[in-house]
């Protein structure tokens, strides 16, 4: 028997809620929140040992299934669900493999990215250059051409392949709650952000030199509050798109501060000169103008975001300074931090910036 939903609830009543992708940091964070909340919660994934025990023992029902295995996915969704939560959504046809079981679930939430975003220049998150906007970017903000061929894991066909997914969605006319996160952070992701601060203060270098005075910023997305923008969707089921991001606007001199802090540790942010080399003072944060997100929509639905990015940062960080020699060595050679960890760029990013100024 499925339970209901009461849209004017000012919590969820027990539900029954499929969440496509659990092993993630969203998906353990969504898992986390709904259990948290008396819902009765399935997560998916391939392998059951990156599966946490702390959910498990919270009531969380764990099933091995590949998403984007048709056959698996009808066997998960035969017995029906209130609600299907999509971590695993990147093309059109992911989209259309959730819509052949419209009659199985009450709604959907789907996470797309605000990499469908574009500027009047057609620039957006994953072009050569950054995109220019006039201030923190609405849901009205012109998208992408949608790509239909499926072919999403690069930098140009990622956001093309994730608007194509959300426009299959909104023709379906289901009740599917489209979500746009940015730069998503929290405890259990592959890719911590934060290491690139983490390291440095392990490795002693207090001096970190950020681009354009320490004023970059990409918008960051706590799971934490990504999973209470997915209970509140699921709590009004209905068909709509929303930015998700951090309540907060934190420039990347900011993002370093609140890491150091939660590492306990002193930092110098060195903000160069806007005439600074172009290789010099990077940071995962480095977007120049700042690419923010207008969260307006989603705080007017009821959201009420767990924090800001100071206030949520720290599980992740205390993740990384548990992590073994092994594991935090395996972690600074992933190619996302190509020469991220050179410390020669550094060196040569202070001394620009400590160069004596002549006339």
């Known amino acids: 028997m499925q339970h209901v939903l009461d849209p004017l609830a000012a919590s969820l009543t027990p539900v029954h809620v499929v969440i496509l992708g659990v092993n993630g940091v969203t998906g353990l964070a969504i898992a986390s929140e709904l259990s948290s909340r008396g819902c009765e919660v399935v997560g998916t994934g391939r392998d059951i040992r990156r599966f946490p025990a702390t959910l498990r023992d919270r009531g969380v029902q764990f099933v091995c299934s590949d998403r984007h295995d048709m056959a698996q996915l009808d066997r998960l969704l035969a017995a029906g669900t209130d609600v299907v939560v999509d971590c695993l959504c990147y093309t059109a046809e992911h989209a259309r493999q ?119 910023g990409n918008h960051p997305t706590a799971a934490v509050n990504l999973a209470k923008l997915v209970a509140t969707c699921a709590q009004r089921p209905a068909a709509r798109v929303l930015n998700a991001a951090d309540p907060d606007f934190p420039t990347a001199a900011d993002i370093a501060l609140a890491i150091a802090a939660g590492c306990q540790r ?63 060595t395996r972690l600074s050679n992933d190619p996302y931090f190509d020469r991220r960890f050179d410390y020669a760029i550094d060196d040569a990013a202070l001394a620009y910036q400590d160069r004596p100024v002549t006339d």
Request: hydrophobic share 35%; glycine share 10%; proline share 9%.
């Open 98 to 216: 959730l819509l052949a079981h419209r009659g199985s679930f009450g709604s959907a939430v789907v996470l797309s990215s605000k990499a469908v975003y574009v500027d009047d220049q057609g620039r957006h998150s994953n072009s050569d250059d950054s995109p220019r906007f006039d201030g923190p970017v609405s849901e009205r903000q012109p998208v992408l051409e949608p790509d239909f061929s499926g072919a999403f894991d690069s930098r140009q066909g990622y956001g093309t392949n994730k608007i194509a997914a959300e426009i299959t969605l909104r023709e379906s006319g289901a009740p599917v709650s489209i979500l746009r996160p940015s730069r998503i952070h929290g405890p259990g992701g592959s890719r911590p952000r934060e290491w690139f601060v983490v390291k440095r203060l392990l490795d002693g270098r207090h001096r970190i030199p950020i681009a354009h005075h320490g004023l970059t």
């Open 266 to 328: 002193p930092v110098q942010i060195v903000g160069l000169n806007d005439d600074a080399p172009p290789e010099l003072g990077w940071t995962p944060w480095e977007t120049w103008p700042p690419f923010f997100l207008d969260t307006t929509a989603s705080t007017q639905l009821g959201y009420q975001p767990a924090g800001t990015y100071s206030d949520t940062v720290t599980a992740a960080v205390q993740e990384l300074l548990d992590l073994s020699h092994q594991q935090r």
